[in-house]
C-alpha cells in the first residue's frame, strides 16, 4: 500500500513512513493510492468476530508491506483488550429503528481511544524497529490530548507534548490530561483557542528545525493511522444491524471532519451506507458547506460540546481531493485560495454531488440541553452533549425511517458536567472505578503564551525526558 498526498507534490510513501510523517511535505494530507474494497460476500463473513478481528480484516490492507500479520494481530489484540465492555463498541438502542453507537468504553471514555491506543502501539512497534527517537506535538479541544497521553505514555521512544486552549476545556477532560505523569508527558495550556494550537502544530510541522535533527509525529487526526482506525467501527454497528444485506445511515458528531471521512471511506471500501449526517455545534463550517457550498471562516465560539469548536476542520482537504478528482493541483490552488481569502465555494456539479451523501445540522446549546432531557425522558439514557447533538441531527435530517439510524456517542456524559447539569435530568454523574480519585490527584501543566515561538523552545528545552533536544 502506497500513500500520496492530497497536494500532489510530496513523495509516495509506505504506512511505516506515513505513520511517522503525519502531515505531507507540501502541506497537504495523506491518502491511500488506491483504497482496498470488499465485497458483500466478504463483509457477511465477518459477521460475530470479535472486535479486535474484525479491525484486522478491514484495516489489513493499509498496512501490508510493513507489518507482518502475525505482529498486526498481536497489537491490536493488545489494543482493545483495554476497553471495559467486553463488545468493545456496543450498540444501544434509542427507540425502534435509532441506536447509539457507544465509543466510550476506553481508558479515557471518548472515541479517540480506539486510534490512539493503536497508534501508540504502532509507534512503539515501528520505533523499536528503526531505533529511532522522535517528538510528538498535539493540539486537543479536549478528548486527543487525553487519549494520546494514554495511548503513548509507555512508549520508550516518544516524547509527547498536547497543547489545550486555557480554560476551554471541560475539567474532566483537563484532569485527564495533566493528571499523568512521566519524564516523556508534558501538558501544555495555550493562551487561546483550539485553532491557535492546531495552527502552531502545523507550523512546527512545516519547519522542525527547532527539533534539531528530531523526527516530529502527529497524533492529530491528520496522522493517517488515525482515521483507518476510525473505519472499522462503522463494519462493527453494520454488521450488528444485518450488514451488509440492508444499509444503514450514520449521524457523526464532528469538528475536525475525521470521524464521518471514516464513514466516507467504509462506503467506498464495500460497505452500504445510505446517508452520513454532518452534527456540528455553533462552530458550524463543515455544515454552512454542506447546505450552501459557503466553506467559509468565521469567530469560533465556546460551547458546552468543546471538542467540537474547531473553525477550521483538517480533515476536510481529504474529501475536497476526491471531490477535485484527487487532482493535488487543483486542491493546492484551493487550500491556498483558503489560505489567503479565509473561504471558497466549489464547483456546483461537485457540491451537489456530494449532497448525495451528505447531510448537515448546526446545533446550538439550548438545542444540546433539550436533547439530552428529551432523551432522558423517553429512554432513560444520558447522552454527552456530543452525541446529543448527533441525537438531535439524526432526527431533523433523516431520509428514511426505514433504514437504521446510528449516531456515534462519542463520549461518556461524566465528561461534560456542565452540558448535563443544564439539561436538567437530575441524575448524579459517577467516574468509573478507574478513575474514582480523578479530582485528587495532583495536576502537573504549563501554561504559556499564544507565541510559536515560546512553544517550540519549550519543546527544544524539555524532550529527550527532561534533556534539552
Given at each position: ?37 470488499f465485497?458483500q ?7 460475530g ?8 480484516r478491514?484495516?489489513?490492507p ?5 507489518i ?6 498481536k ?6 483488550a ?6 468493545v ?11 447509539v453507537?457507544?465509543?466510550f468504553?476506553g481508558?479515557t ?11 501508540g502501539?504502532?509507534l ?9 527517537r522522535?517528538?510528538i ?38 484532569r ?20 491557535d494550537?492546531?495552527?502552531m502544530?502545523k507550523a512546527s510541522?512545516a519547519?522542525q ?6 523526527r516530529?509525529?502527529?497524533?492529530n487526526s ?6 483507518m ?9 453494520s ?9 444503514v445511515s ?6 475536525n ?11 467506498n ?11 456540528t ?12 457550498n ?6 469560533l465560539?465556546?460551547t458546552l460540546s ?6 477550521v476542520?483538517?480533515n476536510?482537504?481529504?474529501l475536497?481531493?476526491d471531490?477535485?478528482?484527487r487532482?493535488g ?6 487550500m491556498e485560495?483558503?489560505k ?6 466549489v464547483?456546483d456539479?461537485?457540491?451537489?454531488e456530494t449532497?448525495?451523501?451528505?447531510d ?10 433539550e436533547?439530552i432531557a428529551e432523551v432522558?425522558?423517553q ?8 452525541t446529543?447533538?448527533g441525537?438531535?441531527?439524526a ?12 449516531i456515534?456517542?462519542?463520549a461518556?456524559?461524566?465528561?461534560f ?15 468509573p472505578?478507574?478513575l474514582s480519585?480523578?479530582?485528587?490527584r495532583?495536576?502537573r501543566?504549563t501554561?504559556?503564551?499564544n ?10 528545552q524539555?524532550g529527550?525526558r527532561?534533556k534539552?533536544?
Amino acid at each position: 500500500m502506497r500513500y500520496i498526498s492530497t497536494r500532489g507534490q510530496a513523495p509516495a510513501l509506505n504506512f511505516e513512513e506515513v505513520l511517522l510523517a503525519g502531515l505531507a511535505s507540501d502541506g497537504g494530507l495523506y491518502v491511500p493510492e488506491n483504497l482496498p474494497r470488499f465485497t458483500q460476500e466478504e463483509i457477511a463473513s465477518w459477521a460475530g468476530l470479535p472486535y479486535h478481528e474484525l479491525a484486522y480484516r478491514v484495516m489489513r490492507p493499509f498496512v501490508t508491506g510493513s507489518i507482518p500479520d502475525a505482529d498486526f494481530k498481536k497489537i491490536l489484540e493488545e489494543t482493545y483488550a483495554v476497553f471495559s465492555h467486553d463488545a468493545v463498541a456496543p450498540l444501544r438502542q434509542l427507540n425502534g429503528n435509532e441506536w447509539v453507537l457507544e465509543l466510550f468504553h476506553g481508558p479515557t471514555l471518548a472515541f479517540k481511544d480506539f486510534a490512539l491506543q493503536l497508534l501508540g502501539r504502532l509507534l512503539d512497534y515501528v520505533l523499536e524497529k528503526r531505533g529511532e527517537r522522535v517528538v510528538i506535538i498535539g493540539a486537543t479541544s479536549g478528548d486527543t490530548g487525553s487519549a494520546a497521553i494514554e495511548g503513548c505514555k509507555h512508549c520508550e521512544n516518544v516524547d509527547i507534548f498536547i497543547l489545550h486552549p486555557h480554560n476551554r476545556v471541560s475539567e474532566v477532560q483537563r484532569r485527564q490530561m495533566t493528571t499523568l505523569f512521566g519524564e516523556n508527558i508534558h501538558n501544555i495550556a495555550i493562551e487561546g483557542n483550539f485553532d491557535d494550537c492546531q495552527e502552531m502544530v502545523k507550523a512546527s510541522f512545516a519547519d522542525q528545525s527547532f527539533l534539531k535533527g528530531t523526527r516530529l509525529v502527529a497524533v492529530n487526526s491528520i496522522n493517517w493511522a488515525r482515521i483507518m482506525a476510525q473505519i472499522v467501527y462503522y463494519f462493527h454497528a453494520s454488521l450488528q444491524l444485518g450488514g451488509p444485506a440492508r444499509s444503514v445511515s450514520f449521524s457523526v458528531p464532528t469538528g475536525n471532519f475525521g470521524d464521518i471521512f471514516a464513514g466516507y471511506l467504509a462506503r467506498n471500501m464495500g460497505l452500504p451506507i445510505n446517508q452520513l449526517i454532518v452534527a456540528t455545534n455553533r462552530n458550524d463550517i463543515l455544515h454552512r458547506f454542506m447546505s450552501g457550498n459557503q466553506y467559509v471562516k468565521q469567530t469560533l465560539h465556546a460551547t458546552l460540546s468543546p471538542s467540537m469548536d474547531i473553525m477550521v476542520s483538517s480533515n476536510f482537504e481529504r474529501l475536497l481531493f476526491d471531490m477535485h478528482g484527487r487532482n493535488g493541483a487543483a486542491l493546492a490552488d484551493l487550500m491556498e485560495t483558503f489560505k489567503q481569502g479565509g473561504g471558497f465555494s466549489v464547483d456546483d456539479e461537485r457540491w451537489t454531488e456530494t449532497r448525495k451523501l451528505f447531510d448537515s445540522l448546526a446545533v446550538d446549546d439550548a438545542q444540546t440541553c433539550e436533547t439530552i432531557a428529551e432523551v432522558f425522558a423517553q429512554s432513560g439514557e444520558l447522552l454527552d452533549p456530543h452525541t446529543a447533538i448527533g441525537v438531535k441531527a439524526a432526527r431533523e435530517c433523516r431520509r428514511s425511517l426505514d433504514i437504521p439510524m446510528v449516531i456515534l456517542g462519542t463520549a461518556h456524559p461524566v465528561k461534560f458536567p456542565e452540558a448535563v447539569e443544564k439539561a436538567g435530568v437530575g441524575k448524579a454523574l459517577e467516574l468509573p472505578a478507574h478513575l474514582s480519585d480523578l479530582f485528587e490527584r495532583d495536576e502537573r501543566c504549563t501554561v504559556l503564551a499564544n507565541d510559536l515561538k515560546a512553544v517550540q523552545a519549550f519543546v527544544s528545552q524539555h524532550g529527550n525526558r527532561g534533556k534539552p533536544l
